[in-house]
């Protein structure tokens, strides 16, 4: 690759950190609307729900490797389970699961 | 209650690390094949730090699009950080702007919603420091590794691996979810939105999680203040 791809990576560079870092940066010590707050503070959980769906069906082309896994997820984390049992469970489920394929 | 730093953080960010592993292994092997060098492909992901405008620029820079085009691609799939960070905002003790301007390089999808989950208000920077630099040592690693060694891992465990970041999710989730109607609502309706823009393929995947997030937010709020409750 020629120096083009340094520029690239540069530009990619830039334009990834600018909506990182303004929000942080410029809202630091400003008090906002309380119902933009309330809007900001729902964003989490809403975040969550769009990054699932409908992507963790799609992880594979085999879209039974989305939907085992999603079961798997979503059974052991309604257990109790914390984080990385979820994670680490869920994944042994679906190498349990190409085994058999 | 004695607030968590450092190591907390590194604890906390575990589940990225491991979720991350696959997705940069397969990113430096798809880097080398795309024709980038070992130096080129972990620049990129030193610096740029987001996984899938790393990955659409490859497929762009295989198809000889303009760079002025991939940067443009990049900023759109990103957009949405603005969202997340505006929302981290609220969740982060106040801190000075330098501090802040550095940890917001680390924000992804993924130290955004480990973060932005944690049960505590005002979350110290150091915290976040360190969910951000398990996950970023994770990406830059593994991202090298797969160039070096130039393969994957074998097939049974790559397939089941890409489970990872989405179990994570899952796993973030439903702890709030319990007994707690409004973060279902939130996740449900967020969720049948963006899956009504890729299906009806509306929207481009940066843009329907922008906008199916924001729509949903906006409205349980109306809901919730219009009820009267919270």
């Known amino acids: 690759m020629g120096s083009w791809i340094w520029w690239t990576i540069l530009g990619m560079a830039i334009v990834t950190y600018i909506p990182r870092a303004i929000p942080l940066t410029f809202l630091e010590g400003r008090e906002l609307p309380p119902s933009i707050q309330n809007i900001l503070r729902n964003i989490p959980f809403a975040v969550l729900g769009a990054l699932i769906f409908p992507a963790i069906f799609f992880i594979q082309d085999n879209i039974w490797f989305g939907v085992i896994g999603a079961a798997a997820a979503f059974g052991i984390a309604l257990l109790g389970a914390n984080v990385m049992i979820v994670v680490l469970g869920s994944i042994a489920v679906l190498a349990v699961y190409s085994l058999f394929l | ?230």
């Open chain 2, 1 to 230: 209650m004695e607030q968590r730093g450092f190591s907390a953080g590194l604890k906390a960010g575990v589940s990225i690390a491991i979720g991350y592993f696959p997705v940069a292994l397969t990113f430096g092997l798809l880097a080398k094949t795309t024709g980038l060098s070992l130096v080129e492909a972990t620049a990129m992901s030193i610096f740029v730090f987001a996984g899938a405008a790393q990955y659409i620029s490859l497929s762009l820079i295989t198809a000889g699009v303009a760079p002025a085009v991939i940067i443009l691609n990049t900023f759109i799939v990103n957009i949405r950080h603005f969202l997340m960070t505006a929302s981290l905002n609220e969740k982060m003790q106040p801190d000075a702007r330098w501090k802040k301007a550095l940890y917001a390089f680390g924000i992804t999808d993924e130290s955004f919603s480990v973060l932005a989950i944690q049960k505590e208000d005002n979350l110290r920077t150091t915290f976040a420091a360190g969910v951000i630099a398990i996950s970023y040592g994770s990406w830059v690693v593994f991202t090298a590794l797969g160039h070096l060694i130039g393969a994957n891992l074998p097939e049974f465990l790559q397939a089941a691996m890409s489970i990872a970041l989405y179990a994570m999710f899952v796993g973030l989730l439903v702890p709030s979810m319990r007994g707690n109607r409004k973060v279902v609502s939130l996740a449900v309706i967020a969720a049948l939105l963006n899956s009504f823009f890729f299906f009806t393929g509306w929207l481009s995947t940066g843009w329907a999680i922008l906008v199916s997030t924001l729509a949903s937010a906006i409205i349980i709020e109306l809901i919730a203040s219009k009820g009267g409750r919270s």
